[in-house]
T-cell receptor
Framework: NAGVTQTPKFRVLKTGQSMTLLCAQDMNHEYMYWYRQDPGMGLRLIHYSVGEGTTAKGEVPDGYNVSRLKKQNFLLGLESAAPSQTSVYFC????????????FGEGSWLTVV | QKEVEQDPGPLSVPEGAIVSLNCTYSNSAFQYFMWYRQYSRKGPELLMYTYSSGNKEDGRFTAQVDKSSKYISLFIRDSQPSDSATYLCSLTGNQFYFGTGTSLTVIP
């Protein structure tokens, strides 16, 4: 059982390049999230989706865009990467928006040079 | 003020020790109280959750919630090297809130 799958796992970008992180979940969850995790900052919510075709801003949305064209997929895009976006990115999904559990992917390590 | 505060550690203990991990929170409306374990280079995974004051036990792990003090704890008995990880507390209100994580190393 795959759960939440993220690709790619590692990526190095040059400043100004663009890329897309892909997230897929096979649990039929309505809610999906993108977080970034930085030392001393913990997990910070970038964007989230409450269902297919919907997206909403989280705590740190600037510099990122998202799309949820299919229920099982949630894409995170960086249009013009900056060194400040060097981080570990986690996709997550949950059956309930404010419930008792949220399932995370394995993470995507992004370095912007 | 952050919604959730967690001591980042790091914490280093000998194998077999009792470990206490703690978080404080500010919003009395939080409904669910959870602990996640995150191994190096992996995503967080749910360890335990509770929704009321008191203790909840699962094997060597005990989650404790004190709503009057806005304080949650995770106790690990007979700690093992395999428990070495970062532990994140998480609370649910109108969204998921996470502590910054406490890094734990259990030395054989």
């Amino acid at each position: 059982n795959a759960g939440v799958t993220q690709t790619p796992k590692f990526r190095v970008l040059k400043t100004g390049q663009s890329m897309t992180l892909l997230c897929a979940q096979d649990m039929n969850h309505e809610y999906m999230y993108w977080y970034r995790q930085d030392p001393g900052m913990g997990l910070r919510l970038i964007h989230y989706s409450v269902g297919e075709g919907t997206t909403a801003k989280g705590e740190v949305p600037d510099g990122y865009n998202v799309s949820r064209l299919k229920k099982q997929n949630f894409l995170l895009g960086l249009e013009s990467a900056a060194p400040s976006q060097t981080s570990v990115y986690f996709c997550a999904s949950s059956p309930i928006f404010s419930g008792n559990t949220i399932y995370f992917g394995e993470g995507s390590w992004l370095t912007v040079v | 003020q952050k919604e959730v505060e967690q001591d980042p550690g790091p914490l280093s203990v000998p194998e077999g020790a009792i470990v206490s991990l703690n978080c404080t929170y500010s919003n009395s409306a939080f409904q669910y109280f959870m602990w996640y374990r995150q191994y190096s280079r992996k995503g967080p995974e749910l360890l335990m959750y509770t929704y009321s004051s008191g203790n909840k036990e699962d094997g060597r792990f005990t989650a404790q919630v004190d709503k009057s003090s806005k304080y949650i704890s995770l106790f690990i008995r007979d700690s093992q090297p395999s428990d070495s990880a970062t532990y994140l507390c998480s609370l649910t209100g109108n969204q998921f809130y996470f502590g910054t994580g406490t890094s734990l190393t259990v030395i054989p």
